[in-house]
């Protein structure tokens, strides 16, 4: 009540009235509901603060936590490595071809680096590398299984022999022992590519491991015979329809596969070797299992001595 | 102004403090009547603050209660404003058209209306509205002079000016809540734009607010408004003279009045008696009819009386071709539009609310709420409202009803 006006020309309008309120204008109830807003403001700005305060602290904490961690292993360096393969290779195998920092302790270690270059090694197929506290590594591979054996010609003219797993990489090996090769046919009609230090992967080596696999399991002795795979008219990019395989093995000197059912012409081959044994023929030059369901058998012209080498 | 704007329409009345909250969206276009609260009015009398404290509380108590049931918060406040120190006066002025081609300028309508404004008050008065009732060149009514042909532009304004510190009272029950009033409407005139018709008020129509303390009346004439006033009789009267005459108490006086009132006797009246309490109680007694109904006829009587003194020239069929529109809490006095009719010799109807209004608030007594709110919207259309502070300290300020 009885508040002050100007005496300016705008007070003949009501707006001119000045829109204050004194303290004894404000009844209790405008007064509790301030004083609810000046709570609630209040109580908003103590949440922000507890909230920055709460990641200012956490932020410090995490900082601090991971100097901790720094601190505590730069002091250990590696001491051993548990290297651990489903294969041939092993940790001499490692240290002969694996360049790791030795000079770096545990924490400094670039596990991630090593399981890459573990990696590119066309033998290894997958690696798991992990440090064990306070002073270890850990690392566990898997290795590619070789399928066939090729012979490349190298950068020197030096010719080598490299090895083609299931899913068609090709890679050098050195420890394969004798046994192991004696098993593995050769591999031919194929154009190696190049890519800097490794050969590029072939296409279509998962049908052949498919054929190889089969023959392997069901029969061995059948198997053993075979000493060339040849891929002269197997690409494994296109349609299959119109390519085979050929096989040059001791007994027969060209077999030749479609790239389907081997089981039934893998069956169809058994018998047919079988029935020549048994009438003691031994002048089959070329069996074709790729005519539908017959077997077509070529021999060679003498029926005498043999006098052909298969 | 793209944000949704929250207003409060305030009417401190004789009986009641009603505040109506409505929510204007679609950029100004619409409004939702989002909440209502009331609360019985202490402190004010006749329309004028007697008891400032007693006055804010229950003011602010009610303007609570309507927050609570909108679940918004009020930003700005449209009061009402009533009282017997509100008066107005008609200020005629002429300009003689400055062109040389005789074509009416803007600056001829902005100097005549400048000139129609500009009469001093005297001290302690202040303006609350300048109303224009159309202008005349050459004598003849125009809507718009710019651009027309003419000699002299004359404007006319009816100027309604109030008591500065009874003004001031009212503007600061609302700032003691920390609201600021956006603007103040008189009650007849916001009660007036929503009981009367476009229609009506072209050919002339007179509104009667009969409130509890005061009776606001509002003459259109072509369409503008060039009467106002206020004639301190209203509902209480009625009560106060049942209480008298039949010696009974107000709520028992207020009772007979809203159960068995009526504004005319009618000849089977005469000999009918109704119970004070129906119960048969210790004060229980029976009352003539006919004594409550000469009683309110005389009040009523006066209340024409007075109104028909006031407005003598115009209440005749030529003038008020529309009649007279009642509204306000006692035009639910059954039989009043007869009583007025009768007195005021010009065909009478109860004001009904509009049909947008949801029905529990078409009651006459809301009318001058709802006129205040329907004043904001038209004020957010014209761009009067003063522009609120955007931003994030006022966001944040709103949030908490700072």
Avoid at chain 1, 235 to 245: A, H, P
Avoid at chain 2, 28 to 47: D, E, F, H, P, Y
Avoid at chain 2, 155 to 168: L, P
Avoid at chain 2, 255 to 264: N, R
């Amino acid at each position: 009540m009885g508040k002050k006006t100007s005496n300016s020309k705008e007070t003949r309008n009501w707006r001119g009235i000045k829109q204050t309120a004194g303290r004894q204008a404000v009844s209790i109830i405008a007064r509790k509901r301030k004083f609810v807003a000046h709570a609630k403001l209040c109580g908003v700005i103590l949440i922000i603060l507890l909230m920055a305060g709460g990641i200012a602290y956490s932020v410090h904490f995490i900082r601090s936590y991971e100097n901790q961690i720094i601190l505590s292993v730069t002091s250990d360096p590696v001491r051993r490595i548990n290297f651990e393969s489903n294969g041939e290779l092993d940790y001499r195998w490692f240290e002969r071809n694996v360049a790791w920092p030795r000079d770096k302790t545990i924490m400094e270690i670039d596990i991630f680096a090593i399981k890459q270059m573990l990696e590119k090694k066309g033998q290894i197929a997958s690696a798991i590398v992990s440090r064990k506290f306070p002073d270890e590594l850990e690392i566990e591979i898997i290795e590619r299984e070789p399928v066939l054996r090729a012979r490349v010609k190298g950068k020197k003219g030096k010719t080598d022999e490299v090895y083609v797993a299931h899913d068609g990489t090709v890679y050098f090996h050195e420890d394969y022992g004798k046994s192991k090769k004696k098993h593995l046919p050769y591999l031919g009609g194929v154009r190696f590519k190049q890519d800097d230090d490794h050969i590029l992967s072939l296409p279509g080596m998962d049908v052949i491991s498919q054929l190889l696999d089969t023959a392997r399991l069901n029969y061995p002795i059948l198997f053993e015979s075979w000493k060339v795979v040849s891929c002269e008219e197997f690409n494994g990019l296109n349609e299959f329809s119109d390519q085979i395989i050929k096989i040059r093995s001791s007994i027969v000197r060209e077999i030749i596969f479609t790239p389907f059912d081997f089981n039934r012409q893998l069956d169809q081959l058994a018998r047919v070797i079988e029935y020549s044994e048994r009438n003691h023929i031994y002048n089959i030059k070329r069996i074709d299992l790729s005519v539908s369901d017959q077997v077509a058998v070529q021999f060679y012209p003498d029926l005498g001595p043999r006098k052909f080498r298969n | 102004m793209n944000e949704n704007r929250i207003i409060g329409a305030v009417e401190i009345g004789g009986s009641k403090v009603v505040v109506m909250v409505g929510e204007i969206i679609d950029e100004g276009r619409s409004l939702n009547i989002i909440g209502i609260g009331q609360s019985t009015a202490m402190g004010v009398r006749k329309g004028e603050i007697i008891d400032f404290r007693a006055a804010s509380d229950c003011t602010h108590a009610a303007i609570i209660a309507a927050e609570k049931n909108a679940g918004a918060t009020i930003e700005g406040v449209f009061l009402a404003q009533t009282g017997r120190h509100l008066q107005g006066f008609s200020n005629k002025s002429s300009v003689m058209v400055s062109s040389p081609d005789s074509l009416v300028r803007q600056s001829d309508i902005k100097s005549v209306i400048e000139n129609a404004k500009r009469k001093e008050l005297p001290s302690r008065r202040v303006y609350i509205h300048h109303v224009q009732c159309g202008f005349h060149l050459d004598g003849r009514p125009v809507k718009d002079p710019h651009q027309m042909q003419g000699d002299e532009l004359d404007v006319a304004y009816w100027h309604i000016e109030g008591d500065e510190r009874k003004v001031g009272d009212h503007i600061h029950v609302i700032n003691g809540f920390g609201l600021k009033v956006e603007d103040m409407i008189i009650s007849s005139i916001a009660s007036g734009c929503m009981v009367a018709s476009e229609e009506e008020k072209q050919n002339g129509v007179l509104v009667l607010d009969i409130g509890c303390s005061t009776t606001d009346y509002l003459l259109y004439d072509n369409g503008h408004i060039v009467r106002t006033g206020v004639v301190s009789v209203g509902g209480d009267h009625l009560t106060n003279d049942l209480s008298l005459g039949l010696r009974v108490n107000k709520q028992q006086a207020e009772k007979l009045k809203l159960e068995f009132g009526k504004a005319i006797i009618d000849s089977e009246d005469k000999d009918e008696k109704v119970w004070l309490f129906g119960d048969l109680t210790i004060g229980d007694r029976a009352i003539p009819r006919l004594a409550i109904y000469q009683i309110l006829k005389a009040r009523i009587d006066e209340l024409f009386g007075i109104v028909k003194k006031e407005l003598v020239e115009f209440l005749n069929p030529e003038e008020l071709a529309a009649g007279v529109v009642i509204t306000g809490g006692v035009s639910r006095l059954p039989k009043l539009a007869d009583a007025a009719a009768h007195r005021l010799g010009v065909p009478t109807r109860i004001g009904v609310n509009p049909s947008w209004v949801r029905d529990d608030l078409r009651k006459p007594e809301y009318s001058t709420v709802l006129g205040l709110l329907y004043y904001g919207l038209t004020a957010q259309n014209t761009g009067e409202q003063h522009l609120k502070k955007s931003g994030i300290f006022s966001k944040v300020a709103n949030m908490f009803n700072l």
